[in-house]
């Protein structure tokens, strides 16, 4: 339901338009010094702030009522949350009934019967994910003590394809433009189609790449637990992701083995691959090589343009025309919500195989 | 680790060269009255048996040793097997040593520290899927009693791919032809490219799509416990699965939301989608459509052809040469599989959500 | 870890001495009309308050921050919390390595490594039931829907024991007196011994009796989710909890099978027992009759009294007196906190077993 | 439902008059040297085979399908059965409809609708605790790994209790007597009594202390998986057990906190407390003192002697003679099944808490 993971377990818990948006972390390890200034840093990463982004101003600031004690995690659960500040939850009651086209209106309407908290998406929000990133942040500042390194970054945005990058230039060039994209150049004309399909009153889709660096051999489980798995239901946690693949994913599917199999050679008396088609997994574990998994998203559905659909209460046919503040493209601010997802897994695994001490010493 | 499913628990057991392959299945409802040939059947969808498939030839006879009494489950654990027959270890010994390039040999090795059942790859040979496909045989007969029928199709194999074709094609062509393409022209073509690549000593991915039909509305559990993020998880526990994507999925990402959004219209009093890009899912909860996935299978990489390996008793670099048998396309022995883990997963949450209730009254 | 159920999901945070004391109800069905009141005056009665409990005054007024909209549940996960207010944390800093003889200082020092949160007790308080009583208090409304009713009552206390009483006894007299004793006049003769005891600077003991009514038959799965088993292990969540027998426990034991079996008969069309030695349970599944299970409370560790002990950095026999705010006895103050763990178990397992359904209709 | 365990998952199947009783273990890690004659030993322990027991006669004999290789664990799931040889289905026939006082006849009868196996109790049998003790002694193994020693021993029968006894006449008087009683002259009583009774058509409950020896501080998690928690809810799962109690247990609700408190001590460099009343166990977490625990069987329900009962298909009342085997006293077989279902408990925790390292160097 609204937990994840097995020995790090995160608690999702708020609503768009209700009091706050936090999250509960059991099973952080006792004796972590924790850096709240950079989970403040990741949530503002995600925060809506530039002219692509919603107007919503949330101050997202995260505050942390229990599990720490004199600055370090104690080994008791850990909750977070960020106030709701800037609600306006009267325009959500003018079309309550009217069903948002590809939004969660429906299914919500259908399950909870009418009761679901239907403002602004309620737990159907992206602003769910400031939750996430809260515990992704700190499952980051774990994975640091194994050197883990989580990147993620835009490389597709309405069609608009990255060519390749380098790990260099995601870490250094992604923060440095809206799109988030690692080569500036394509991050410009991504803005571009932006701004454009913004002014249609439409919405865009794109494509986010993670990767993690320096992930120990070992990490996940036969044949359920398997590491691709559990990153895959993750990620599909995140609102508006429809497609998920490890390596050359879809790609492989058109190759031959001959051409797909990566190369066992060892390289300073360690077995690496020569490529990584793979990305990172084998069998379900991780092999050593960075773990690399795209992430397709699909334009957000809640748009300004005008759309047929259906009164559910009535049960008629009609029109909407979302007013409002809305994202026209999920993508940018998703890259951190996308490395908190991976952060979370690799942290649940990275405990359950031991890597990660229940007691940092 | 090697279970499924949170009401409908799903463990799996068995090695490809041990004793058996089996599966218990807890938490099936009492009362229904189970078909034991139609699991027999489904697992002789999955059976190597034409020159396209590994000359492994088992007679995978299902044995049902608990949770059956006068024919009818009785709420306890259902315990399913197959004894393993036609197993050939001595060829694993002379190659213990040697990583099978995009095999599970290195990952397994290092998290078992070489204890691990090597022969045929053990829990990580696609042998264990057997299993998987008893459990979904007795999962699609408690579907049934709800009127959702699954169905899976090979729709790409190495490169070649079908056009549109209706669920009427899916469901007469796809047994008639061993690609198991609803498209019967297509096949054709499939089936020559897998037999020209199998004479080359080199394998072919390929892709699959799963449908489920009549699912009702309301399956899945916001926020991770979605029906996107389970079935994907389920997906991925299927051998050589690298990619999974839900309705238009990655095709998604290029689109526009004007483009990409279902609209909903009423027909005979229902609400429906016009479109399905959705594929069935909306917030994580089935919309009352189709479900509809495609899932990406890599080139199986266990290939006779010569390769570049390592030695990882020796930590050198060398060649392997994988004699014996083998399978040039996962594929169409595949299709059961991806209907088996559709099936499981839907039982679960028909269960969990209380549309098959506990007792088949 | 600090979660307890499977489809009625309850996550415990917050410490004795840390900002607040609250908990995550995940799985509390949509449509349920919630009376905060009754939550508010479930929290009154753990409360501290007269002159046989600790001098700690709290105010622990529960704030509802997520789950609830128009004060209805929504289907979301419901956050409630209450805010420390009398907190004394330099108390604890003098004495801080000093282990309280019978307390968990001891092992929380070796399982966190001196990074727990020492001040109170921090996680082990029994100040975190009030966020059992806040989950409890939401069970018991929900399980109000399925007439069910959960009663606890003090049966002993230092040694003085209650002879029988009626179920009215315990409904009308319970409240009345400090020692929540459903026989007054026992109650007086219990209250004067806590005096006695709390004089001396010491503490007691006692036993409290859980009563669940109108339970439907079938709640409880075998072999492993036994309702017995169940109960058990939430009310040895409850600190100081060191005994738990089902209806006649182990006076069963010195019994023989003809004595001991409940013996079934009609009534009203019905199938119940003339005794209920079972205390309402039979193979782990509940039978129709009540529910009646006894708590067996150690004497509260942290007494006032000189006692030896060692100090745990200097690894040395020293002493301690825990000058400070002490209860003489857990019990009259633990009686709905039993109430509350019957009440979770019992809630889940509705859940469960559909009995309470997942959309109130 | 039916499995047990975090990290160490048994999960049983099998019914007293189905083809086999079973279980499968996932989580043990590779590396183990699986000493097979230990596990046939301790299901010999259990197995009936006096004029004390009943006289089904069953061989028992352990055969496991999968998860060991070469004589080691490999870190798969590990599934071990005894075939079913001595089932008499006919007898349970005659008194289908008839409820056995005390027994689940009802409760499962209720919960499935008529589809539960219902010969010689079908999953509500002691018998399916074969399956636990084959899960049991494998655990055992792992334990002495740690150096962790379990012990079981009865100390009353039918009001006959043991004065004091110690660790060595546990370890060597247990297994010389019938009653499983660590005094022998206590044991002739014991053994004379269920003679008596048994010739009265009719059964006895009693008592066993369970024991855990060099248990390493730590195990058990705060505040919902605590060490005493789970392992009562295990043991609740045992057929006939109705009451645990840890330590002084009852016996501490009835004295002062200066007089149950253990007190710390130093000991060659070690904390240790002087008396053990909490049974080794402060705050949920083992202490390093001996695990104590007292589990209380009531006599066993299906007694030959007639009773009254109810026919549930006719739903009247009438009369019940349990014709056939049946055991007096449940208490010595369940000593094996007190150690097994302690030994589940502790390896689930040591595997959780790192101290049985996943794999076994």
Redesign the interface.
Known sequence: ????G??F?V?????SH???I?V?V??CP??LELDVEKIQKELDRRKAGDDLTSSRKEEDKVEI???I?NG????????M?AWNKDVEPSEYEKRRFL?R????D???Y????G???Y?GG???SAR?TAGFVMAGALAKQLLNLLNIEILAHTI?I??IKISDVTIDDVRNNTEKNEARCADLKVAEKMIERIRQ?RD?K??????IEGIALNVP??L???????L???L??????I?A??????????R???????????????EN?K?K?KTN???GI??????GMPIVVKV????????P?K????D?KD???TEIETIGRFDPCPVPRAVPIVESMMGIVLCDFGI???FI?????
Chains 1, 2, 3, 4 share one sequence.
């Open positions: 339901m609204n937990s994840i097995k020995e377990v608690t999702s818990f708020g609503e209700g009091k706050c936090g509960v059991d099973g006792a004796g009522i229990s599990g004690f370090f995690t104690t080994g008791a659960p850990i909750t949350l069903l086209p590809g939004h969660a429906y299914t919500a259908m399950k909870y019967g009761f679901e908290d403002r309620g737990r159907f769910i597709e309405g069609g399909v249609e439409d919405s865009l889709g794109g494509i051999v070992g996940g489980e036969p044949v359920f637990d398997n691709d798995g559990e895959a239901k993750a990620l599909f946690a609102p992701v429809k497609a998920v693949e490890f390596g050359s994913g879809f492989s599917s058109r190759t031959k083995g001959s051409e797909n199999n990566d190369i066992f050679f060892m008396g077995i691959t088609n793979s990305g084998l069998g379900g574990i991780s092999n397709g998203f699909k334009p957000i559905s809640s748009i343009k759309q047929k659909t259906v559910v049960m008629v046919e359950r195989t031991g001490s229940r007691v940092i010493k």
